[in-house]
């Protein structure tokens, strides 16, 4: 039996070796499930969407409750010209979500506890939002560099000071949902090995505490989805509406 | 038929405002409290290191040693402490 509390990241083959040009594309276990949480979501909302009843069964409820969901967080903090981007930042969250949902199940694998991961999606966000932000507003974008009422000696150094924090976003997006995720995860394993090495008499209360951490990484889980989610909305709002 | 059409609205219209209500509201309140020191913990550390790294690499490019990443990483810090302020002035609209 494994104890060591790191070992649960480790990324192994799943199936033959597949090599493609001297880069290694084998089936990872990240890989499986990322498929089997795309394969939840899927069938999920297809099972959710299918009937479409006026008076819902419990899975329309819990899908129309998200998209409500979503729909509610991108006009409350990107406004109405984020309605196109919709669909993105739906299948962000909910990707993000049950990634999360399903590294809780015990013997998974969490995708979103490896920083490629998290940094890869928060990499396609930035420049993303930065395209558009070039693509709406053409090369008036870059005065979000250069904010207003500042003194002309001291452009030249908040400017700059506002560039290293536009390059910190993708930064700190990903760091805050990669970190949450590992600590947590790792955790739960050590206070798993308390219980084991304490036995009958004293693992008592570590397992108190580990059914605590489950609790509480579950809220985690679905909070840092949430952050993940809103925070692309904040960026999104800032290439849309310049100053606002 | 109408009638029972206009029943199920007003049932519809105050099971919405219940929702939104406790809903809502609950969990705004108890996801700011679990997330938002973590969250500024981040935005800080992020753009020091961004900052850091800035420098490193225009020194490796200048062959300035020690000077340009001191001075990166002190523009860093700054630029976490706006990132601080910024998202602390969100969170306060938010609640």
């Known amino acids: 039996m494994a104890t060591n509390p790191m070992h649960q990241f480790q990324v192994h083959r799943v199936g033959p070796e597949i090599k493609f040009g001297g880069i290694d594309l084998s089936f990872t276990n990240a890989s499986l499930f990322m498929f089997i949480s795309a394969v939840i979501i899927c069938l999920f909302l297809f099972l959710g969407t299918k009937e479409r009843k006026i008076i819902p069964n419990k899975m329309q409820l819990i899908s129309e409750l998200l998209y409500n969901f979503i729909a509610k967080m991108i006009s409350d903090t990107a406004g109405v010209k984020a309605k196109p981007y919709f669909s993105f930042i739906f299948s962000l969250f909910v990707f993000v979500l049950i990634c999360n949902m399903v590294g809780m199940l015990p013997y998974s694998f969490t995708v979103t506890s490896h920083i490629i991961v998290t940094l890869i999606m928060a990499l396609f966000i930035f420049v993303a939002v930065t395209i558009i932000g070039f693509i709406k507003h053409g090369f008036k974008y870059l005065s979000i560099f250069v904010p207003s009422g500042v003194p002309a000696l001291l452009l030249p150094l908040i400017t700059v000071i506002e560039i290293i924090s536009y390059l910190s976003r993708p930064v700190s997006l990903s760091v805050r949902l990669f970190a949450n995720m590992m600590a947590g995860h790792t955790m739960l394993k050590v206070f798993g090995g308390f219980v084991v090495s304490l036995g009958i008499l004293g693992g008592w209360l570590p397992l108190s505490f580990s059914v605590a951490l489950t609790g509480l990484e579950i809220l985690v889980a679905f909070l840092q989805a949430y952050v993940f989610a809103i925070l692309t909305c904040i960026y999104l709002n800032d290439a849309l509406n310049l100053h606002h | ?95």
């Not at chain 2, 679990?34 to 981040?42: D, Y």
């Not at chain 2, 900052?51 to 001075?71: A, H, N």
């Open chain 2, 1 to 95: 038929m109408m009638k029972d059409n206009d029943d199920f609205k007003t049932r519809l219209k105050i099971a919405k405002d219940k929702f939104n209500k406790d809903f809502v509201a609950e969990s705004n309140k108890r996801g700011s409290f679990v997330g938002s020191a973590f969250r500024l913990g981040t935005e800080l550390v992020a753009a020091v290191a961004v900052g850091t790294i800035i420098g490193f690499i225009l020194d490796s490019w200048f062959d300035t040693k020690p000077w340009l990443i001191l001075i990166f990483f002190f523009l860093g810090s700054a630029a976490g402490m706006i990132n601080i302020i910024r998202t602390a002035k969100r969170m306060q609209e938010e609640d």
